[in-house]
C-alpha cells in the first residue's frame, strides 16, 4: 500500500529565511507527485507537481521540489520565505497503476513565518 | 472548463441521523473520485475513491460508505451519525489513465457538525 510521511509537522521561520519540507513516500512502482497548499480560511490549491522529465520543478511563487527516487522522496523548497508564505502545505502521491489510481496525502506541515 | 459542486458546505446532524453529502463534477467525463476528510493535524485523510460507475474502494474502514451512481456523481452516506463523523469533508476528482495529469481539484467542502 501507498503512504506519503511528512515528518515537520509544525515549522516556524524568519523572513527571507530558506524553506526546505519533507516528504517520503512508500511504493515501488511509478507515481506521480504533488504539494498543495492551503491558506488560512482558503481550500487546497495545486503548488506544484511531478509526473515525468526533469526532477526538478519549478512551481508557483517560487516554490521548486525535487524528486529523488533513490530516496523516495520530493522535499518542497524555497529560497526565501515570505510572511504570506504561511500556510499548511500537504505532499501528496498518486500511485499510478493501471485502473487503480489512488491519490494519496500526507498529514500536512503547518508553516508560519514570523516577519 | 471544469468545475466540481460539493453540497452542502456546512451541516448540523444529530446522532444516529442519516448523512447523505453529494458532489458532481462538470465539463469532463470518467473522471477518478474521491472523498477525503480533514482533520487539525491528521492531514487529508483518503475515505473512499472510484474509478467508475459503481467501482467503489474503501480505504478506512467506518460508519461511512459511498455511491457513484453516475459518471460524474458521488454521494458519501451513513445510515446513522456518531459524534466521531463530525469533521471537514472534501470530494475531489481526477482525470483518469495511465500517464494523464492526474492532479486532484477539490470542492469546496462541507463542515458537518454532530451533536
Known amino acids: 500500500a501507498q503512504s506519503v510521511s511528512q515528518h515537520n509537522h509544525h515549522v516556524i521561520l524568519s523572513e527571507a529565511a530558506s524553506l526546505e519540507l519533507g516528504c517520503n513516500y512508500s511504493y515501488g512502482g511509478t507515481v506521480n507527485l504533488f504539494w498543495y497548499v492551503q491558506y488560512p480560511g482558503q481550500h487546497l490549491q495545486l503548488l506544484l507537481k511531478y509526473f515525468s522529465g526533469d526532477p526538478l520543478v519549478k512551481g508557483i511563487k517560487g516554490f521548486e521540489a525535487e524528486f529523488i527516487k533513490s530516496k523516495f522522496s520530493f522535499n518542497l523548497r524555497k529560497p526565501s520565505v515570505q510572511w504570506s508564505d504561511t500556510a499548511e502545505y500537504f505532499c501528496a502521491v498518486n500511485a499510478i497503476n493501471f485502473g487503480n489510481e489512488k491519490l494519496t496525502f500526507g498529514t500536512g506541515t503547518r508553516l508560519t513565518i514570523i516577519p | 472548463s471544469q468545475t466540481i459542486h460539493q453540497w452542502p458546505a456546512t451541516l448540523v446532524q444529530p446522532v444516529g441521523s442519516p448523512l447523505s453529502l453529494e458532489c458532481t463534477v462538470e465539463?469532463?467525463?470518467?473522471?477518478?473520485l474521491y472523498w477525503y476528510r480533514q482533520a487539525a493535524g491528521r492531514g487529508l485523510q483518503l475515505l473512499f475513491y472510484s474509478v467508475g460507475i459503481g467501482q467503489i474502494s474503501s480505504e478506512v474502514p467506518q460508519n461511512l460508505s459511498a455511491s457513484r451512481p453516475q459518471d460524474r456523481q458521488f454521494i458519501l452516506s451513513s445510515k446513522k451519525l456518531l459524534l466521531s463523523d463530525s469533521g471537514f469533508y472534501l470530494c475531489?476528482?481526477?482525470?483518469?489513465?495511465?500517464?494523464?495529469?492526474?492532479?486532484?481539484?477539490f470542492g469546496q467542502g462541507t463542515r458537518l457538525t454532530v451533536v
Open positions: 465539463g469532463t467525463s470518467n473522471p477518478n
Open positions: 475531489a476528482w481526477s482525470h483518469r489513465g495511465r500517464g494523464s495529469n492526474t492532479e486532484a481539484f
